[in-house]
């Protein structure tokens, strides 16, 4: 089965930083747009940002920008989500996925396919 493994998450206070990393099973993840999306309770999924498969374009939410960088490493066929001055709204499960065939490299979880399980991030004094 195809499907993206999310790791990474924990608990961080105020202020910290955490890096998330998101792998593949069943398929290359290099050879794909990847997206990282979140999830808080009671809340939609949201997108986070997004990479392409070359790793020269990048998307963000404006509620990330200037705070969280993705990046993606080819020779581990891996994409991570580098989070720094991380807010209490900032918690959420995070999730990755592929992007479509033919689709842009936004920020709609509906454009986006094989996700994961998530990994949980909380943030809390």
């Known amino acids: 089965q195809l499907h993206s493994v999310e790791s990474g998450g924990g608990l961080v206070q105020p202020g910290g930083s955490l890096r998330l990393s998101c792998a593949a099973s069943?398929?290359?993840?290099?050879?794909?747009?990847i997206g990282w999306f979140r999830q808080a309770p009671g809340k939609e999924r949201e997108g986070v940002s997004c990479?392409?498969?070359?790793?020269?374009?990048?998307n963000y939410a404006d509620s990330v920008k200037g705070r969280f960088t993705i990046s993606r490493e080819k020779a581990k066929n891996m994409v991570y989500l580098q989070m720094n001055s991380l807010k209490p709204e900032d918690t959420a499960i995070y999730y990755c996925?592929?992007?479509?065939?033919?689709?842009?490299?936004?920020?709609?979880?509906?454009?986006?396919?094989?996700w994961g399980q998530g990994t949980q991030v909380t943030v809390s004094s």
């Open positions: 990479i392409s498969s070359s790793g020269g374009s990048t």
């Open positions: 996925a592929r992007l479509r065939p033919f689709r842009r490299c936004g920020l709609s979880p509906g454009d986006f396919e094989s």
């Open positions: 069943g398929f290359t993840l290099n050879s794909y747009s």
